[in-house]
């Protein structure tokens, strides 16, 4: 028990130093461009697919079955959105795997709300994305 009343504070002081670490390698023209990336409707949608596959990603194929686009229309989108670092990409033998870059993800989320209401009032309301 001694051992885990010793660990739990350098692992606390750890995550805090990787959470500051996101936020502070973040800064507004990294954000701007991912935002940029972003405010395409297709990318946004094959961003949206990612993100919900999780750790194993899609197949670029897939992908493009899902959204029923041309290859080079989604290969010019995938390269937006891996430029701006939000995904990657992976081959696995003839297979490219599409994966949403969480890491990244969750840097541009921090950034946006960082400052949430810190020079006014902020009202406890919950938005969600239906609202």
Do not use: F, W
């Amino acid at each position: 028990m001694d051992i885990v009343n010793r660990l739990v504070p350098q692992i606390l002081a750890l995550t805090v130093a990787l959470l500051m670490d996101m936020y502070i390698s973040m800064n507004i023209e990294i954000a701007a461009s991912q935002m940029e990336s972003l405010g395409n409707p297709t990318r946004l949608r094959i961003y949206r697919m990612l993100v919900r596959a999780g750790m194993d990603g899609l197949a670029v194929g897939g992908l493009q079955q899902k959204l029923d686009i041309p290859g080079s229309t989604l290969s010019h989108h995938c390269k937006k959105l891996i430029d701006a670092d939000l995904v990657t990409q992976e081959r696995n033998g003839t297979t490219l795997i599409c994966r949403a870059n969480y890491k990244a993800m969750n840097a541009l989320i921090g950034y946006l709300v960082d400052e949430c209401c810190a020079d006014g009032r902020c009202d406890d309301v919950r938005l969600t994305a239906q609202d």
